[in-house]
């Protein structure tokens, strides 16, 4: 998580400088921009305080941990999804690059015999083409993973918290119900999650998180076999192009 902490605090350094050096920092009225930037900044931490302190309360009257619970809801946090993307991304190209630069630097003592560099193209043309939509889509599906995993843990502590074997029974019965109901028709919402029994009975973040949860897996099931076949289409495509490629007569 080292290298999550650098990225996170890398972009975070550099969107504060990028700020500090623009026209609003240096224009004829950049005393009104500062003035305003200060009002925002406290406006957005008045605004977090509010928020942090009613999840405290909420996640107490639930004898719910609040630090606990509050680990797995920073799981897939904006910030921990933007540090997951850069750190994802820069490791990738990192390795690609390093990979290419090696396979490139071989394929230049080749060429000095059979023009063996061309093979080095068609690989970096396959390696990167489409690249960014491949990260994309696995970076979604792995943050979706990470999301319903984080959903699930944290209905298992409202529940373990629960003070009564009643209370316990009308939850789970509750989520068996939210199961079955995806199991069959693919996908849940809010207003399907209304008309399960017990529903105002149930604990709002409880609900949420069944419903955060359902969504992940719904999203998963969509994008995983997509970026399967794309891994294999360029696989193909990679393979068929080699093998033409040195067949041809030049």
Same mark, same amino acid.
Not at 26 to 40: A, D, F, K, Q, T
Not at 135 to 141: I, Q
């Given at each position: 998580?080292?290298?999550?902490?650098?990225?996170?605090?890398?972009?975070?350094?550099?969107?504060?400088?990028?700020?500090?050096?623009?026209?609003?920092?240096?224009?004829?009225?950049?005393?009104?921009? !500062?003035?305003?930037?200060?009002?925002?900044?406290?406006?957005?931490?008045?605004?977090?305080?509010?928020?942090?302190?009613?999840?405290?309360?909420?996640?107490? !009257?639930?004898?719910?941990?609040?630090?606990?619970?509050?680990?797995?809801?920073?799981?897939?946090?904006?910030?921990? !999804?933007?540090?997951?993307?850069?750190?994802?991304?820069?490791?990738?190209?990192?390795?690609?690059?390093?990979?290419?630069?090696?396979?490139?630097?071989?394929?230049?003592?080749?060429?000095?015999?059979?023009?063996?560099?061309?093979?080095?193209?068609?690989?970096?043309?396959?390696?990167?083409?489409?690249?960014?939509?491949?990260? !994309?889509?696995?970076?979604?599906?792995?943050?979706?993973?990470?999301?319903?995993?984080?959903?699930?843990?944290?209905?298992?502590?409202?529940?373990?918290?629960?003070?009564?074997?009643?209370?316990?029974?009308?939850?789970?019965?509750?989520?068996?119900?939210?199961?079955?109901?995806?199991?069959?028709?693919?996908?849940?919402?809010?207003?399907?999650? +209304?008309?399960?029994?017990?529903?105002?009975?149930?604990?709002?973040?409880?609900? +949420?998180?069944?419903?955060?949860?359902? +969504?992940?897996?719904?999203?998963?099931?969509?994008?995983?076999?997509?970026?399967?076949?794309?891994?294999?289409?360029?696989?193909?495509?990679?393979?068929?192009?080699?093998?033409?490629?040195?067949?041809?007569?030049?």
């Amino acid at each position: 998580m080292f290298e999550m902490f650098l990225t996170i605090m890398a972009a975070l350094i550099a969107a504060i400088y990028g700020v500090s050096q623009s026209v609003f920092m240096n224009g004829p009225h950049r005393n009104y921009y !500062r003035i305003g930037l200060l009002v925002l900044i406290l406006i957005i931490y008045g605004l977090y305080k509010i928020h942090h302190t009613a999840r405290q309360r909420h996640l107490k !009257r639930l004898h719910v941990e609040p630090e606990a619970y509050v680990y797995y809801a920073k799981y897939t946090s904006l910030l921990y !999804r933007a540090g997951y993307f850069i750190s994802y991304f820069i490791q990738n190209i990192l390795f690609d690059y390093i990979y290419m630069w090696r396979n490139f630097n071989f394929c230049k003592g080749l060429d000095v015999y059979d023009g063996g560099v061309g093979e080095y193209y068609i690989k970096f043309r396959h390696t990167w083409y489409r690249y960014l939509k491949l990260t !994309r889509y696995r970076h979604k599906v792995s943050l979706k993973k990470l999301q319903g995993y984080a959903a699930d843990m944290k209905n298992q502590m409202i529940v373990d918290a629960l003070q009564t074997e009643e209370e316990k029974e009308r939850y789970l019965h509750y989520a068996e119900e939210a199961k079955n109901y995806f199991d069959e028709h693919g996908t849940l919402t809010k207003s399907v999650l +209304k008309s399960f029994a017990n529903y105002g009975q149930i604990d709002w973040y409880y609900r +949420k998180n069944i419903l955060k949860n359902y +969504k992940a897996i719904a999203c998963v099931r969509k994008y995983q076999p997509l970026v399967i076949e794309m891994v294999r289409q360029k696989e193909d495509w990679n393979q068929k192009d080699l093998n033409e490629f040195r067949k041809k007569e030049f």
